[in-house]
């Protein structure tokens, strides 16, 4: 084992972190507000959003994020009334279409996710909630939106890890972020395993970073499920 | 009328290389998802076969190739793995620089990651048997094998269709990812079809809606296979 050569390739890929995360974040924020949209729609007893949402999610869910990523990068460009418009000094960045595939894609499953959440909420507590006249948004506010959060969280820190992952297509568009500098270093050095182990290991440590924020939120979110300590 | 030229099947026409694109992302999947399935169960088995060392190895593996990026995994085999071919070729006495054909590094690449997720399904398909039917199986005398092949093997089957059928989903997305090796897959054949007519839109959403095809067609196939191995379990709950 080269140590040298380990230390030089983790300070390099180190470098690449924030772009990575940069992308995470974003991607997250934006489609978690996207997914939130979207199963409204999904819900809705209007049948043409309800249609909409159902089409977008199978769309979305359906087909490889990469191509989503390439339409977004190399399709919008071609249309003269995008690259004339207001929009095409952002949608020329390869880091804004990269956050937007991303969360486009994203918003998909996470809609589907937090429907999971929202068909958990009981009847009985919406019930109990209208009986003491609450209705509209503070319902939402005060009873389905936290019991269907907290429903919709294991699933949720899934898609998260999944999200990690995602980001990695980004250098496929030219951002380059931890894979993208892993692919750089390897075509560079042949030095396949060293490099790929260092990414690896980037990556798990992160995984395992959001993976125990997501946990330690579980747990805060049902403390009033657990039993109540006895006092002695 | 230009876009039927160029979808199409004649000689200006990319349709007949975007069907073979198809085929080849289908090919790619089958022998992934199988060769996933012999990982899986192995290291299914590792992880629950009580030994502290084989369950560490299996977690391992699961974690590792569950927790880092496809892409990363697709260019460690593909790089590391003409690598290793070069490696033996030199030592078998073959001067100069051999490669991983690119079909067998993206299924090999994608078989291992799914062959990950695979573990995960049968393990969980196989503490989903109840354990007082492996209990019988033993009070009757029936020895490993017989068991296994008995009671174990067709109810983990039937238990793991559901996660077998988001498995194949997932690795049918990941296999896109093998034409960074240059794979004439379906992501690929788009992808050179949007470069050489510019059309990049059309050609993107023409390689997205085969995709859709092949993930919704597979979808019937698998909630109908679920159906099947059901059948004889009328009131069983989450049925397709």
Known sequence: MDFVFIFQTMKTLLAAVPMTLALFFLSIFFGGLLALLIVWMRVAKNPILRNFAKGYIFVF?????????????YGLGQFGF?????????????????????????????????RGGLRAVSVKEIEAARSIGMSGFLLVRRIIGPIAFRHALPAYSTE????????????????????????????????TMEVF????????ILNFLILQAMALLEHRLSQHRRAVPRLP | ????????????????????????????????????????????????????????????????????????????IYFGGSGAVTAIGRYLG?????????????ALAVGIISGAYQAEVYRGAFLAIPKGEL???????????????????????????????NVWQLSLKDSALVSVTGLADLMRTSQVAAGSTRQYFLFFIAGGCLYLVLTSLSDRLFNRAERRANRSMPSSLGHA
């Open chain 1, 197 to 204: 182990l260092c990414a690896a290991a980037i990556y798990l």
């Open chain 1, 82 to 114: 995008i690259r004339y418009s207001f929009l095409w000094p952002f949608l020329r960045e390869p880091f804004v279409c990269a956050v937007l595939s991303l969360a486009l894609c994203t918003a998909g499953y996470t809609a589907e996710i937090f």
């Open chain 2, 94 to 106: 073959y001067e100069g620089f051999l490669g991983l054909p690119s079909f067998a590094a993206g």
């Open chain 2, 1 to 76: 009328m230009w876009i039927i030229e160029v979808l199409g099947f004649g000689q200006q026409g990319w349709g007949g290389l975007l069907i073979a694109g198809a085929l080849m992302t289908l090919c790619v999947t089958i022998v992934a998802l199988l060769l996933g399935a012999v990982l899986g169960t192995m290291v299914a088995w590792a992880k629950l076969s009580g030994n502290r060392v084989l369950s560490a190895l299996g977690n391992t593996y699961t974690t590792v190739f569950r927790g880092v990026p496809e892409l990363l995994i697709i260019y460690l």
């Open chain 1, 160 to 191: 998260i890890v999944m999200m990690v992952k995602s980001t990695a297509l980004a250098s496929l568009v030219t951002v380059w972020e931890v894979t993208g500098v892993a692919q750089r270093l390897i075509s560079q050095t042949y030095r």
């Open chain 2, 135 to 165: 209990e019988a199986a033993e009070a009757i005398g029936m020895h490993r094998g017989l068991r296994f092949r008995r009671i174990i093997a067709p109810q983990v089957l039937r238990f793991a269709i559901p996660g077998i059928g």
């Open chain 1, 61 to 73: 869910r359906g087909s490889p994020l990469l191509i989503q990523m390439f339409l977004v990068f």
